[in-house]
């Protein structure tokens, strides 16, 4: 038996849903996580200040009594998107981040951002404030391999953007690249990218090997193993600009399941076992704290968590469920395909 005590972990890119989905996945997060970044894609998705507000409220409620949970609400950007919303949103405390969608990206982004010249008054306002900006960094274009995207995202929308406004701070999400770790390293200031758990884990062979696997469908898509080693390389390094951000993204079965599955993962119940597996494999269980609970906080200019939780390892593989059910139907958990045996305590 070995035990890790860490500080409370956060998670700075959580999709939450909404309704009974809410209700059905929060425990998972709450349980362990203390805070998270609460992406904003509903249907139709939060776009105000006061459309945060509500949902924060609905979030709140959705806790299971006990659980000390913060969600840190996003607002999403469209073209059309007022700067000064934005801005008493950010004041008031309960505006932490907006959040860039290329339209047609990923589920629901069709309200998205097409022209981000049509952005660039939000934006400005954002680099004053000091507001900082989550991109889905992907573009869209039919002529960029899905392969690539997040590479011609980078070279083409956000290093301009970055030359045209360089105090904005910007999180690019979920980066599943070398070429986005490279990109955030090479930076010098306002750039950091989160990690998600499961792109530590699985390369694209995951999801097309052996038949369609389409709980291993998310985006931006697993990509090839010597990208995954660079996410890897990154997150167990401790620089302080990468940090986890799980893109825990609940779809129902029948909706994975099918001639055209959505994207997503869903990683909540079993995260921690899952980096915990991760860090010790790569002799690093000592950088587990900087990247799930220093590094997050310092980047958004938060404290970090004062409680702590402990992880143990046993001889005993940790049972997690296939599956949950929700309410809103059964949400399949992310297998990692490897049996995990560290356990939160
Ligand atoms: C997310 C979702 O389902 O909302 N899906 C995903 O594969 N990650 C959207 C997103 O973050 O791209
Ligand atoms: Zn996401």
Known sequence: MQD???????????????GDMLKGV????????????????????????ADAAAYRDRIVAAIPAGDRFEPLM???????????????????????????????????????????????????RMAKI????????????????????????????????RKRLPELKV???????????????ASKANLAGSITTHHLIINRNAILVGGIKPHYYCLPVAKRENHRLALRAAAISGDARFFLG??????????????CGCAGIYTSINTMSCLAHVFEEEGALDKLEAFASLN?????????NEETITLRKQQEAVRYPAKIDTGAGL????????????AVV
Request: aromatic share 6%; net charge negative.
């Open 4 to 18: 890790l005590v860490i500080r409370r972990p956060d998670d700075w890119h959580l999709h939450l849903r909404d």
């Open 171 to 185: 999180t690019m999400e979920h980066v599943t690249t070398k070429d986005g770790v490279d990109y955030i390293k």
């Open 331 to 342: 949400v399949t958990v992310f297998d990692p395909m490897f049996p995990l045996r560290w």
């Open 26 to 49: 929060i425990a998972d997060t709450s349980r362990h996580f203390a805070r998270a970044i609460i992406m904003p894609n509903l249907v139709p998705p939060v776009v105000t200040a």
């Open 130 to 161: 000091g507001l900082p900006l989550c991109v889905h960094g992907e573009v869209t274009t039919s002529d960029v391999d899905i392969f690539d995207r997040e590479a011609a995202f980078i070279a083409t929308v956000l290093d301009p953007l």
């Open 296 to 304: 997050g906080p310092a980047w958004y200019g938060l404290p970090v």
């Open 246 to 259: 799980t893109d825990s993204a609940p779809h129902v079965d029948p909706l994975k399941e099918c001639a």
């Open 74 to 124: 996003t607002l999403y950007l469209t073209e059309g998107t007022d700067p000064d919303d934005v801005e008493s949103g950010h004041k008031s405390g309960l505006v932490k981040a907006v959040k860039l969608y290329p339209a047609g990206a990923t589920t629901n982004s069709n309200s998205g951002v097409r022209d981000i010249d049509k952005a660039m008054p939000v934006l400005e």
